[in-house]
């Protein structure tokens, strides 16, 4: 017979998995006889939190996990994480705190990850990245025990605090940019629609483009690499049809779609305006110098470790203020060609 789960806990109770897991950490949120309605129902299936779930406080690892899911080589091109880890890692050494990082080539690959972080005691809490639109990991750290901050908008089931900005008025701003240069047929190269920040870029493009009476230009579905953004540029730029502007979900793939342009003798800005996101360093450097969205990555690093310190020591929260993406107009955006035009 299958060992039960918190998930048959909070079915039977029912309740959600993370009121399962305040019950049996002793946090507040929860009414005495909800808690007692669960305490009873877990014993009548016979089921107890890990060990790690029960001693969260007897012992510290004085450390904090972050385990990244990308293959290495998109990885190593992406310029989130290390911005992102340099704010953790000036609160965290602050506090006495070193960061503990795993890399795992595939998604499925971190609730492992997680599940030895946990049983091992090697770190008290957790950041989580990387959100997916449908995310097991916060309720499998919630059957933990582990603390985590979610680093992203908050998802519909909050067992953890979200620390981040919705990156969708970013993208909207751009938009919005680019139609008053004149252009109407605006393309979007995405992310995977599974993941959060995908989706919501790719909405924000959408509804944009909705909101002012014109249909979504084509769509291109990537994995957020150079090689992928620079696929997708070939694709819109071979259509019967080519947009006069495309927006970029990150500034890796816009800086290779700029390649691509230019290496058809595609004018940048005259031809094709080109938009990224995040506003990396090498953003201000290329030619013509990219206009992108800007957000203040190291400054969530910074706020993701403070919120998670404040878990892990059961401080009450702090308040929270992150700036707003901001859209930074440079080089590679301008009016859309006459029609007809060269």
Known sequence: MPRPTITD????????????????????GLSAT???RILATAQDLGWTPSSRARALSVSRALAMGLVIARPPETLRADPFFPSFIAGVESELSDHGYALLLQVVPQHQGEQQSYRRLSDEGRVDGVFVTDLYVDDQRPALLAE????????????????????????GPGIAAAVVH?????HTRVAHVSGPPEMVHGRSRRVAWAATLQGAG?????CIETDFSAEAGAAATRELLDLADPPTAIVYANDLMAIAGLAVATSRAIDVP???????????????HVQ??????SSDVIGWGRAAA????????QRPPTDIQLPQPRLVVRGSSGPAPRPHAP
């Open 9 to 28: 806990v909070a079915r039977a109770a029912g309740v959600s998995k993370g009121a399962v897991s305040f019950a049996f950490n002793g946090r507040e």
């Open 34 to 36: 909800t808690r007692a």
């Open 144 to 167: 933990l025990g582990l603390p985590a901050v979610v680093v992203g908008p908050a998802l519909d089931e909050a067992y953890w605090p979200a620390v981040g900005v919705d990156d």
């Open 178 to 182: 680019l139609l008053a240069q004149g």
């Open 214 to 218: 014109l249909p979504e230009g084509p």
């Open 270 to 284: 005259g031809r094709l305006s080109i938009t990224g996101y995040e506003d990396t360093e090498l953003a201000a």
């Open 288 to 293: 013509p110098s990219l206009t992108s969205v």
């Open 306 to 313: 403070k919120r998670l310190l404040e878990l892990v020591d």
